[in-house]
């Protein structure tokens, strides 16, 4: 079975600064996806950033990157110059192998969050 | 990105009554979604998967008799609480895969059952 685990249930950062949020993650498929998504207080789910499992590079998106580390099963996510609009839950998610079928793969299993504040 | 709806994003209902939640992929076909369930201060607990032109998946645990899951279309699913009951008060959340890399989240129905 598959499993995510987001240790940090808060976490406080000063703008401008950087701060990484943890995932680890456990599966015995050789073959998934890890996703980030940030939920604001008004509870949409804004998708981040992804990282494949046979991904030779770290993915990056703007201020967003993954600190994909296989061998410790480790997909951190590194903001750069926080901005006070990143206050927000931030989920940790994994997705199966890809061609099961009848969509299971696609589902995700998440993490129970972070809660990030930035501070002023 | 993609974008997903969901009707009503808020409702208050009586118990023991039937609530019925779309979730739309307005610009793409998905013959899967998901609906997911957070409770406050909770994580995303994925409730069934959606398959079009078949039954849906439910997770453990879930009553799929209380929980009617209709993918209707190309680009529509329903999720219908039936005989809601205080403790199925929710927040409820549909994706859509759009490819391996993406995934889309309409942005939640909150179902207050008094």
């Known amino acids: 079975a598959q499993k995510i685990t987001q240790t940090q249930p808060g976490m406080f950062v000063q703008e401008k600064e950087a701060v990484t949020l943890d995932c680890t993650y456990d599966?015995?498929?050789?073959?998934?996806?890890l996703f980030w998504y940030k939920q604001p207080s008004s509870g949409e789910m804004i998708f981040l950033i992804y990282?494949?499992?046979?991904?030779?590079q770290n993915a990056t998106e703007g201020r967003y990157s993954l600190n994909f580390q296989k061998a410790r099963k480790s997909a951190n996510l590194v903001i750069s110059a926080s901005q006070l609009g990143d206050s927000a839950m931030y989920f940790c998610a994994m997705r199966g192998p890809v061609g099961v079928s009848q969509g299971g793969s696609e589902k995700l299993v998440f993490g129970k969050g972070t809660k990030l504040t930035v501070n002023p | 990105g993609a974008v997903v709806s969901q009707h009503p994003s808020w409702v208050i209902c009586k118990s023991g009554t039937s609530v019925k939640i779309e979730c739309r992929s307005l610009?793409?076909?998905?013959?899967?979604m998901f609906w997911y369930r957070q409770f406050p201060k909770q994580s995303l607990m994925l409730m069934a998967t959606?398959?079009?032109?078949?039954?849906?998946?439910?997770e453990q645990g879930v009553e799929k008799d209380k929980f009617l899951i209709n993918h209707a279309s190309l680009t529509l699913s329903t999720l219908t609480v039936t005989s809601a009951h205080p403790e199925d008060s929710s927040f409820y959340i549909c994706s859509a895969p759009l490819w391996v890399d993406e995934q889309f989240f309409g942005p939640g129905t909150r179902l207050t059952v008094l």
């Open positions: 610009d793409f076909q998905a013959t899967t």
């Open positions: 990282q494949g499992s046979y991904d030779q």
């Open positions: 959606s398959n079009e032109g078949s039954k849906a998946t439910y």
């Open positions: 599966t015995s498929d050789p073959s998934y996806g």
